[in-house]
């Protein structure tokens, strides 16, 4: 599994070419360029790993995430906004993983955390952080051996991946000063996706099921930047920075399924969707310590 290069093919889906610049580059959520940005934040979201269930104080929850990354439209990938107009056709990783630590905390409270380190895979380094605080209320009518909990949930991803994305190694050239990544030295490119977000999570389990259903519905807020770092045959160097020209607030929709197979082992699958820019699946598992 290639965790992190379905950001690093993200980002060079932003269509940025090679031409000298040092400037910062607005782009609307109408422009192809937006979309790109606001489209490859969605894989990021960190988003309920599984069922919503109260966590006694003290106890953890160790669990790995993957989902199943689309590709965008052919041509949301026509860019020019902010450089040369090109057609990207970049190859995604179809996967993005990462691991998962949840704690809980006293009054039905618990604590969620993730962690990308910045140890380089294939070209890419990430350096991702992401955060949650949950909270989880058993409904009245609940059962000790099945009934309905709701969660409330806010969560946060921040970071950034470097890596050469507009220009990798194998785009080089050294025939065209004015074509597209003229020189003999990869950029070193940065994408930062930036959100945060709220959701309200509903659980059903019915009595003896090792099966939990959920749903919910959120919002979440995006200010993904893009930054080249570029330099071309002639010594002229291109940090242009492309960025929303606002922040944007996004509607989120859950919905999975959680299988208590063991005591403390979970495995679940969820679909998360940004009606207006993608829909994602993902598949996770866990292993709890009370």
């Known amino acids: 599994m290639r965790i992190v290069s379905m950001v690093m093919a993200a980002a060079a889906a932003v269509g940025l070419s090679a031409a000298s610049a040092n400037a910062q580059c607005e782009v609307t959520i109408h422009s192809n360029e937006g979309k790109l940005l606001a489209f490859y934040t969605v894989p990021l979201v960190f988003s309920a ?66 962690y990308l380190p910045p ?62 990544c003229y020189g003999t030295k990869p950029s070193n490119d940065t994408f930062s996706p930036n959100m945060y977000g709220i959701e309200v999570l509903a659980a059903v389990r019915p009595p003896l099921s090792m099966l939990g ?7 979440n807020q995006i200010d993904p930047h893009f930054q080249v770092g570029f330099t071309n045959g002639q010594g002229g160097v291109d940090n242009t920075k492309v960025q929303l020209d606002e922040p944007l607030t996004r509607l989120t929709l859950t919905a999975g399924a959680t299988a208590h197979v063991k005591d403390r082992i979970d495995i679940g699958a969820q679909i998360f969707s940004v009606p207006e820019d993608v829909t994602t699946f993902r598949l996770g598992a866990g292993i709890s310590f009370r």
Not at 70 to 98: A, D, M, W, Y
Not at 124 to 153: C, E, W, Y
Not at 155 to 169: D, S
Not at 213 to 219: E, L, Q, R, S
Request: with cysteine; proline share 9%.
């Open 213 to 219: 259903f959920y749903a919910g519905a959120g919002a």
């Open 119 to 180: 140890v380089k895979i294939a070209d890419a380094k990430p350096n991702l952080g992401s955060v949650a605080v949950s909270h989880t209320q058993r409904l009245p009518f609940s059962r000790v051996d099945g009934g309905a909990t709701l969660m409330i949930r806010a969560n946060a991803t921040f970071g950034n991946v470097k890596g050469p994305i507009t220009c990798p190694r194998s785009a080089l050239q050294t025939t065209d000063p004015s074509a597209a």
């Open 49 to 114: 790993a599984t069922e919503p269930e109260g966590m006694s104080a003290g106890s953890v929850r160790l669990g790995f995430e993957g989902e199943y990354i689309p590709k965008p439209n052919p041509e949301i990938q026509r860019t020019g906004k902010c450089f040369l107009q090109k057609s990207e056709h970049t190859s995604l990783s179809p996967v993005f993983g990462r691991p998962r630590i949840t704690i809980g905390l006293p009054a039905s409270f618990a604590i969620e955390a993730s």
